[in-house]
């Protein structure tokens, strides 16, 4: 291998430009430019020892570099070009970070569909696929296991990466910190990645360019999280999911889940909790139904019943009964928890909209009884009720009617009003109805 190719692949390698590496070096770019080009074949003994610096060459490199610089041209390099025509950094590792697929056989099914199919027609220059929906409606599990299932089409790995949009006690990562952690993923050393977040973002876009890469962005927070990590080239396919209805610029395939199917909802709960084949398919059915058809709650109703031998599904159908939301608690997961860390991340107005509405005697209301209740504007009412719906807490069956999920209701009650003005509430509720 001569000098000029050896030095192009260590300053690839190095993600520097040549400019980069001439500054970093302490050498003219001219320089740079006919070393890599063999053009000045017996450079000096110090821009040799500032290039191997420059280039953080370990001891093998920089003895073979020595060599190759007296005149004594190698055929082994130290670390071979995975590909000789690339034109940009090559990983140093390939990328595997799909957590487990946890699915269970015959849910979303038809969701799955949507996104394989999507993933796979070349034609198509949308890159994004983008499942939004309510907390716990499964977005993550739907994702992870779309992804299991198109790994083998991204021959160069998988990315996972929690973007936090909802955790607990944990703020959503910024998008400068997401991209530092895919770049050093990508092989690049830490000292090599900008400062500047738009650098970053650059740079991760010269990195995923030629690339076919999964990218699974889970639990984004807003568009401005998300922005600077979706790619800009073909090739790579990314599945982002958020408990908000973001707006993601370019050809986007947007999938909004709703609660299961009854027949599906079933099958989630008999898979998990293992119920013996004589529960009566009646009393199945009403468990999935007080679970809201939300997975989340049904998962969790089904690991209740596990944990406790001495229960049967007409105990915990019973138990549901009393007190949803308290019975819906396994471990640390808990349909409260996940439905407090969407209220908690709303503006206080909005915060106080969704109390307002939890008081409602009925989980439907048209627009003119949500003014009523929201005591304010229709104007004002439309913008804070279109605020809920983007952030999942409110449902549209219709234009112009509005409906809270069974167990948002239930959550959204339980926050506020206390009990003197919750009856003032409801008759101004009711007044509304009436008018
Ligand atoms: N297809 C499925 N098969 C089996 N279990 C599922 C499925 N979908 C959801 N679940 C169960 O429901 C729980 C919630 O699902 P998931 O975490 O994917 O919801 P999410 O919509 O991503 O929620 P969040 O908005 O909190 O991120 C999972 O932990 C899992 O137990
Ligand atoms: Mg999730």
């Given at each position: 291998m001569s000098l000029g190719a050896l030095l192009r692949m260590w300053r690839r390698r190095a993600l520097l430009t040549q400019e980069q590496l001439a500054e970093r070096a302490g050498l003219n770019v001219r320089t740079v430019r006919r070393l890599e080009n063999d053009g000045l074949l017996q450079p000096r003994t110090t821009s040799v020892l500032a290039l191997a610096k420059a280039l953080e060459l370990d001891g093998a490199e920089r003895a073979t570099l020595n060599a190759v610089a007296r005149g004594h041209p190698t055929d082994r390099p130290t670390t071979a070009p995975a590909d000789p025509s690339v034109t940009g950094p090559r990983p140093w590792t390939i990328p595997r970070q799909l957590p487990a697929d946890v699915a269970a056989p015959g849910v979303r099914e038809r969701e799955l569909a949507i996104v394989e199919d999507h993933a796979t027609m070349?034609?198509?220059?949308?890159v994004v696929v983008f499942v939004n929906g309510m907390a716990g409606m499964g977005k993550t599990v739907l994702a992870v296991h779309a992804a299991h299932r198109l790994a083998p089409r991204f021959p160069d790995g998988q990315l996972f990466v929690d973007?936090?949009?909802?955790?607990?006690?944990t703020a959503p990562v910024e998008p400068g910190a997401a991209l530092a952690r895919i770049l050093r993923t990508m092989g690049v050393p830490a000292k090599h990645i900008p400062w500047h977040p738009d650098d970053r973002a650059a740079l991760y876009r010269s990195v995923l360019a030629g690339r076919r890469l999964l990218i699974v962005l889970d639990d984004a927070a807003d568009e401005h999280q998300l922005q600077p990590l979706l790619p800009a080239t073909p090739g790579c396919q990314v599945i982002v999911t958020s408990r908000h209805r973001l707006t993601c610029p370019g050809d986007v395939r947007i999938l909004s889940l709703d609660t299961l199917p009854l027949a599906e909802a079933i099958t989630l709960f008999t898979r998990t909790a293992g119920c013996d084949r004589d529960t009566p398919p009646d009393v199945l059915a009403e468990i999935v139904r007080r679970c809201g058809l939300l997975p989340l709650a049904i998962r969790i109703a089904a690991a209740c019943l596990q944990a406790h031998p001495a229960w049967n599904a007409h105990h915990l159908l019973d138990r549901l009964a009393a007190d949803r939301l308290t019975e819906l608690t396994a471990g640390r997961q808990s349909v409260t928890a996940a439905f407090d860390r969407s209220y908690e991340r709303l503006p206080t107005d909005q915060q106080e909209a969704y109390r307002l509405l939890g008081s409602a005697l009925h989980p439907a209301f048209d627009l003119d009884t949500a003014t009523a209740l929201l005591n304010t504007t229709t104007t004002q009412a439309i913008r804070l009720l279109d605020h809920l719906l983007n952030a999942h807490l409110l449902q549209e069956p219709a234009p112009g009617l509005y409906r809270l999920h069974d167990l948002i209701h239930a959550h959204a009650s339980a926050l506020w009003p206390p009990d003197g003005v919750r009856a003032s509430l409801q008759v101004r509720c009711h007044t509304a109805l009436l008018t």
């Open positions: 070349p034609e198509l220059n949308e973007l936090h949009g909802h955790a607990q006690a």
